[in-house]
């Protein structure tokens, strides 16, 4: 089963917040450090207390007043881990104002004389051996080298022996210590329901040496539990999304838009106990003594997770009003909009608790789908509105294993790509394909940050580096959480493709002149996905190399950074927890790399080439605007003529009616003058047709040979038609643009 580390922390008996982070305990004069006798104490360090820390009373309210405590002695290396047992799970009791009534107490929590099931901890089981007929005083022995201290605490639950019978109980086992710790697990919960998760608190393994004799042992407390939250934005140009029109799927179908919704934000799990209701939690510590001091999970918390009782689906409820926007341009007055830009993004649930739902980690991913209806209205006081259906997100498992003690927001970006329908018998899917933002963001741990940005197409896109800070919208050259030193982290790239991490994106199969996937720069920084998308399906040139630049139709640039992009990993190096991601283990694929030491600011396009079979590509025509006041050429360049006396040499090749349109051709129209002996001709676009009306003339588009060079001083030549081309192919891509900033 897959193991969860924490992520090492400041040693104080402090609590991370779950709803507050500005809390940074009593400042209490008992709360300093003593070392009058020799008493082993425990306590807490305000100098080591951050403001993402609870302390003080308040980390003793959410720790039930309790928590109990294994510890043993040695010298290291010769016992390793140490051996010697001092405390053989004492629970230690908070007593406020109690600090100073004994040797054992400078921070009002005290362990001598306590005694488990009796008042005030009568609901605490006893899980000493019963030989330890008594909790005595502890003495710091200068003989030894170190001390070894692990606790946990069941908060404001009922501490069980091993099975919990009441929805308020949790049940625990008794801690191992010592040669024990080596044979997992150390020790185990059972959890009823997420409310006992959320009320489940461990330590790592918490190292004193002889230098730190005297002073209160200071320990930090993790909750087992994970929080998850979701919220939407748009950037659709000239258009808003109206909030109220937003509805989700709780089902995964294809074209089922008229059941299976409702307005709670809801994620859907092909696995059916992702979205685990209650569950046995075992902890271990599998990598303690002087042997793995170099690791980074040394003397780190390891924790599985045995789902019991679960569903497919986690509902998140209903989308924030607090966080709907007004009209931004002539949009419906009065009415409410979903947030424009990430900072603003509208999230589902209650504000109370920053829109985060408590769940149980999940020892395995699963791809996790967001589906959702809603209309988009014109921001330009037409009142125009559509109604897109069925839209679809799917977040990779690579970043769906929920661990304990972090906190994952996802977020969704609505863009001007779709892939949802806009009629409602879901036969043509939509605009163009949807982009999501799925973020991840640190629970407790600010140096434990995870940001995955997903684009949703077929397939979609997940791009992820580590330290980024999602709320500026970028990716960043130097580290952008608060590690330090702040060293550069390179941005990991994966593609889902039918349900499952893709693993071709390096490959050339001779139906493509191009690798699967590559990057490019862009020239414009504020393109989008469908931009690139059209750039790449009508280009200026043909079809090159992987090195080969390309320039749409369009006019957008792509300057190929094929150099900076390794398209063979299959490890992401740093996860949110600083451990590598082994994609093997999180559902297989293969990620790409984007070199972020060598590339410079700017916005990119990350492409996944997903064409099956050879691509057609075909040599397009398109007219050649003129100004319409000054008749002349808008823009200057070479371009193809035919002049109305070539049309007319061709007017007995008049298209049949119904016939099939033939791309390789061109297609005009002839209509008789009043003087009944001149023609007017007008040129006929066939993009998008599959059939012909009779009586159109066609014109064999390698029959179109003469060019003419012209100026924005020029002005069209008399029955002239002036042609640019570019080449048109059928290819597939799916593309996630990325800005990097310096």
Same mark, same amino acid.
């Given at each position: 089963?897959?193991?969860?580390?924490?992520?090492?922390?400041?040693?104080?008996?402090?609590?991370?917040?779950?709803?507050?982070?500005?809390?940074?305990?009593?400042?209490?004069?008992?709360?300093?450090?003593?070392?009058?006798?020799?008493?082993?104490?425990?306590?807490?360090?305000?100098?080591?207390?951050?403001?993402?820390?609870?302390?003080?009373?308040?980390?003793?309210?959410?720790?039930?007043?309790?928590?109990?405590?294994?510890?043993?002695?040695?010298?290291?290396?010769?016992?390793?881990?140490?051996?010697?047992?001092?405390?053989?799970?004492?629970?230690?009791?908070?007593?406020?104002?109690?600090?100073?009534?004994?040797?054992?107490?400078?921070?009002?929590?005290?362990?001598?004389?306590?005694?488990?099931?009796?008042?005030?901890?009568?609901?605490?089981?006893?899980?000493?051996?019963?030989?330890?007929?008594?909790?005595?005083?502890?003495?710091?022995?200068?003989?030894?080298?170190?001390?070894?201290?692990?606790?946990?605490?069941?908060?404001?639950?009922?501490?069980?022996?091993?099975?919990?019978?009441?929805?308020?109980?949790?049940?625990?086992?008794?801690?191992?210590?010592?040669?024990?710790?080596?044979?997992?697990?150390?020790?185990?919960?059972?959890?009823?329901?997420?409310?006992?998760?959320?009320?489940?608190?461990?330590?790592?393994?918490?190292?004193?040496?002889?230098?730190?004799?005297?002073?209160?042992?200071?320990?930090?407390?993790?909750?087992?539990?994970?929080?998850?939250?979701?919220?939407?934005?748009?950037?659709?140009?000239?258009?808003?999304?109206?909030?109220?029109?937003?509805?989700?799927?709780?089902?995964?179908?294809?074209?089922?838009?008229?059941?299976?919704?409702?307005?709670?934000?809801?994620?859907?799990?092909?696995?059916?106990?992702?979205?685990?209701?209650?569950?046995?939690?075992?902890?271990?510590?599998?990598?303690?003594?002087?042997?793995?001091?170099?690791?980074?999970?040394?003397?780190?918390?390891?924790?599985?997770?045995?789902?019991?009782?679960?569903?497919?689906?986690?509902?998140?409820?209903?989308?924030?009003?607090?966080?709907?926007?007004?009209?931004?341009?002539?949009?419906?007055?009065?009415?409410?909009?979903?947030?424009?830009?990430?900072?603003?993004?509208?999230?589902?649930?209650?504000?109370?608790?920053?829109?985060?739902? /408590?769940?149980?980690?999940?020892?395995?991913?699963? *791809?996790? $789908?967001?589906?959702?209806? #809603?209309?988009? &209205?014109?921001? =330009? !006081?037409?009142?125009?509105?559509?109604?897109?259906?069925?839209?679809?997100?799917?977040?990779?498992?690579?970043?769906?294993?929920?661990?304990?003690?972090?906190?994952?927001?996802?977020?969704?970006?609505?863009?001007?790509?779709?892939?949802?329908?806009?009629?409602?018998?879901?036969?043509?899917?939509?605009?163009?394909?949807?982009?999501?933002?799925?973020?991840?963001?640190?629970?407790?741990?600010?140096?434990?940050?995870?940001?995955?940005?997903?684009?949703?197409?077929?397939?979609?896109?997940?791009?992820?580096?580590?330290?980024?800070?999602?709320?500026?919208?970028?990716? /960043?050259?130097?580290?952008?959480?608060?590690?330090? *030193?702040? $060293?550069?982290?390179?941005? #990991?790239?994966? &593609?889902?493709? =039918? !349900?499952?991490?893709?693993?071709?994106?390096?490959?050339?199969?001779?139906?493509?002149?191009?690798?699967?996937?590559?990057?490019?720069?862009?020239?414009?920084?504020?393109?989008?996905?469908?931009?690139?998308?059209?750039?790449?399906?009508?280009?200026?040139?043909?079809?090159?190399?992987?090195?080969?630049?390309?320039?749409?139709?369009?006019?957008?640039?792509?300057?190929?950074?094929?150099?900076?992009?390794?398209?063979?990993?299959?490890?992401?190096?740093?996860?949110?927890?600083?451990?590598?991601?082994?994609?093997?283990?999180?559902?297989?694929?293969?990620?790409?790399?984007?070199?972020?030491?060598?590339?410079?600011?700017?916005?990119?396009?990350?492409?996944?080439?997903?064409?099956?079979?050879?691509?057609?590509?075909?040599?397009?025509?398109?007219?050649?605007?003129?100004?319409?006041?000054?008749?002349?050429?808008?823009?200057?360049?070479?371009?193809?003529?035919?002049?109305?006396?070539?049309?007319?040499?061709?007017?007995?090749?008049?298209?049949?009616?119904?016939?099939?349109?033939?791309?390789?051709?061109?297609?005009?129209?002839?209509?008789?003058?009043?003087?009944?002996?001149?023609?007017?001709?007008?040129?006929?676009?066939?993009?998008?047709?599959?059939?012909?009306?009779?009586?159109?003339?066609?014109?064999?588009?390698?029959?179109?040979?003469?060019?003419?060079?012209?100026?924005?001083?020029?002005?069209?030549?008399?029955?002239?038609?002036?042609?640019?081309?570019?080449?048109?192919?059928?290819?597939?891509?799916?593309?996630?643009?990325?800005?990097?900033?310096?």
């Amino acid at each position: 089963m897959k193991k969860y580390y924490f992520i090492a922390a400041l040693a104080a008996l402090a609590l991370a917040s779950c709803t507050n982070d500005d809390f940074i305990g009593d400042n209490s004069p008992n709360a300093v450090e003593n070392v009058d006798n020799g008493a082993i104490k425990f306590g807490f360090s305000m100098q080591n207390v951050t403001r993402a820390d609870i302390a003080g009373s308040e980390a003793a309210k959410l720790l039930g007043y309790n928590f109990y405590v294994a510890g043993t002695k040695g010298t290291e290396p010769e016992t390793s881990p140490t051996k010697q047992v001092v405390f053989d799970n004492y629970l230690v009791h908070y007593e406020a104002n109690s600090a100073g009534t004994q040797d054992d107490n400078t921070a009002n929590w005290e362990y001598v004389g306590v005694v488990p099931g009796t008042a005030p901890t009568e609901n605490y089981v006893k899980l000493s051996p019963a030989a330890v007929t008594a909790q005595t005083i502890k003495f710091w022995d200068y003989s030894q080298a170190q001390y070894d201290f692990l606790a946990f605490s069941t908060g404001t639950f009922k501490a069980v022996d091993g099975t919990s019978a009441d929805d308020d109980e949790i049940g625990v086992t008794a801690m191992k210590y010592g040669a024990g710790l080596t044979t997992p697990p150390a020790y185990t919960f059972d959890l009823p329901s997420v409310s006992a998760l959320e009320n489940t608190f461990i330590t790592d393994i918490t190292e004193v040496k002889k230098e730190n004799y005297g002073k209160e042992v200071t320990l930090k407390f993790k909750n087992l539990g994970a929080k998850v939250r979701v919220a939407l934005y748009e950037t659709v140009p000239g258009y808003s999304v109206k909030a109220e029109s937003v509805k989700f799927y709780t089902e995964d179908g294809t074209t089922d838009f008229n059941d299976d919704k409702g307005v709670a934000a809801a994620l859907i799990s092909a696995n059916t106990s992702s979205f685990a209701s209650k569950g046995q939690v075992a902890v271990s510590f599998p990598n303690i003594g002087t042997d793995n001091e170099s690791n980074n999970n040394y003397n780190k918390a390891a924790v599985n997770v045995t789902a019991t009782g679960g569903d497919t689906k986690k509902t998140f409820g209903e989308l924030a009003s607090e966080k709907f926007k007004t009209a931004e341009g002539s949009e419906t007055a009065g009415a409410k909009y979903l947030g424009r830009t990430l900072p603003d993004a509208t999230f589902a649930g209650n504000a109370y608790y920053n829109y985060y739902t /408590s769940v149980f980690p999940v020892s395995t991913g699963s *791809p996790l $789908t967001l589906r959702v209806d #809603y209309t988009l &209205v014109s921001t =330009d !006081g037409s009142g125009e509105e559509i109604e897109v259906l069925g839209a679809k997100a799917v977040v990779p498992s690579t970043y769906t294993e929920w661990q304990p003690n972090y906190a994952y927001t996802y977020i969704f970006k609505i863009s001007d790509n779709t892939n949802g329908w806009t009629d409602p018998d879901g036969v043509t899917a939509g605009l163009f394909p949807i982009t999501f933002d799925a973020v991840v963001a640190a629970f407790t741990d600010a140096n434990a940050e995870q940001t995955t940005v997903t684009t949703v197409a077929a397939p979609s896109i997940t791009t992820y580096q580590q330290s980024h800070a999602y709320t500026t919208n970028e990716y /960043s050259k130097t580290a952008t959480g608060p590690r330090t *030193p702040a $060293t550069i982290k390179d941005v #990991y790239v994966q &593609v889902m493709k =039918d !349900g499952a991490l893709v693993t071709d994106l390096n490959s050339q199969d001779g139906s493509s002149k191009y690798d699967k996937s590559f990057l490019f720069k862009l020239s414009k920084a504020t393109a989008t996905e469908a931009e690139v998308m059209d750039a790449l399906e009508k280009r200026a040139a043909q079809i090159g190399t992987p090195e080969d630049d390309v320039t749409g139709r369009n006019g957008l640039g792509l300057t190929n950074e094929y150099a900076n992009l390794d398209n063979t990993v299959d490890e992401i190096v740093n996860g949110v927890d600083d451990n590598p991601i082994d994609l093997e283990t999180t559902g297989g694929g293969k990620a790409a790399k984007l070199d972020m030491t060598n590339l410079t600011a700017g916005t990119y396009a990350y492409v996944y080439d997903w064409t099956t079979g050879a691509k057609t590509e075909i040599k397009e025509f398109q007219p050649v605007a003129t100004d319409p006041t000054t008749r002349k050429f808008t823009t200057a360049g070479t371009y193809y003529t035919v002049a109305t006396s070539v049309i007319d040499g061709a007017a007995t090749s008049t298209t049949a009616a119904d016939e099939a349109v033939n791309h390789a051709n061109l297609y005009f129209t002839r209509t008789l003058n009043s003087d009944g002996i001149t023609y007017t001709y007008s040129y006929v676009s066939v993009a998008g047709k599959s059939t012909l009306p009779a009586g159109l003339i066609k014109i064999a588009k390698t029959s179109v040979t003469t060019t003419q060079a012209v100026t924005t001083s020029d002005s069209p030549a008399a029955n002239t038609f002036y042609f640019d081309t570019y080449f048109s192919n059928d290819g597939k891509y799916a593309v996630k643009v990325i800005k990097i900033v310096a």
